[in-house]
């Protein structure tokens, strides 16, 4: 069974950096991408960023290039989003997803709410 | 690849089918068109994949058609589990999700 873990809750003061991990458990190929998407209160979604957890190519979202800083770590399974020079518009839940786009099923994880204020 | 979501929120009653509708701005290859369902407070749940495949576990009352860049969403026999927000995603390299299409109860 699939289990997607991400890191807990943060608050930050604005202009600070988070950094927010994704561990993926029981997924059973070694090559998979993790995304990043991100949905403030009342908002939709908003795709940021992804990784390839193997390889370690990646891309991000025009949105947020220069302020998004991806990481992996393959031998843990896990993936970093840290994102930079927060403001009050990034308070919002950041959720990732591991998969390949071929097998077309994507997993989650529980989100990870992130509080800009001063 | 921009992805538009109609109607905004349609109102329906339980028994009722909901069509909802989800049109790219060009050609999505491979039909990586996915469709999601979301309650407040809880993480987005896949329904389908591939433009028309179900996810494990979902009803069949669920169906996802189209190709290219017209797609489709049809709830049939609406559930009171089924008054939610849905969001039609596509899965290429990079993701695009539509603004969502809330319905809700009549």
């Known amino acids: 069974q699939v289990q997607v873990v991400q890191s807990g809750a943060e608050v930050k003061e604005p202009g600070a950096s988070v950094k927010l991990s994704c561990k993926a458990f029981?997924?059973?190929?070694?090559?998979?991408?993790t995304h990043w998407v991100r949905q403030a209160p009342g908002q939709g979604l908003e795709w940021m960023a992804w990784?390839?957890?193997?390889?370690?190519?990646?891309e991000i979202s025009q949105n947020f290039q220069g302020r998004v800083t991806l990481s992996r770590d393959s031998y843990a399974s896990t993936a970093y989003l840290e994102l930079s020079r927060l403001r009050s518009e990034d308070t919002a839940v950041y959720y990732c997803?591991?998969?390949?786009?071929?097998?077309?099923?994507?997993?989650w994880g529980q989100g990870t709410l992130v509080t800009v204020s001063s | 690849i921009v992805l538009t979501q109609s109607p905004g929120t349609l109102s329906l009653s339980p028994g009722e089918t909901a069509t909802l509708s989800c049109r790219a701005s060009?050609?999505?290859?491979?039909?990586?068109l996915s469709w999601y369902q979301q309650k407040p407070g809880q993480v987005p749940r896949l329904l389908i994949y591939?433009?028309?495949a179900r996810a494990t576990g979902i009803p069949d009352r669920f169906s996802g058609s189209g190709s290219g860049t017209d797609f489709t969403l049809t709830i049939s026999r609406l559930e009171p589990e089924d008054f939610a927000v849905y969001y039609c995603?596509?899965?290429?390299?990079?993701?695009?999700f539509g603004q969502g299409t809330k319905v809700e109860i009549k």
């Open positions: 997803a591991i998969g390949i786009a071929a097998t077309g099923t994507y997993y």
């Open positions: 029981g997924y059973s190929f070694t090559s998979y991408a």
């Open positions: 990784i390839n957890i193997d390889s370690g190519n990646r």
């Open positions: 060009q050609t999505i290859s491979s039909n990586y």
């Open positions: 591939g433009a028309s």
């Open positions: 995603q596509q899965y290429g390299s990079s993701w695009t």
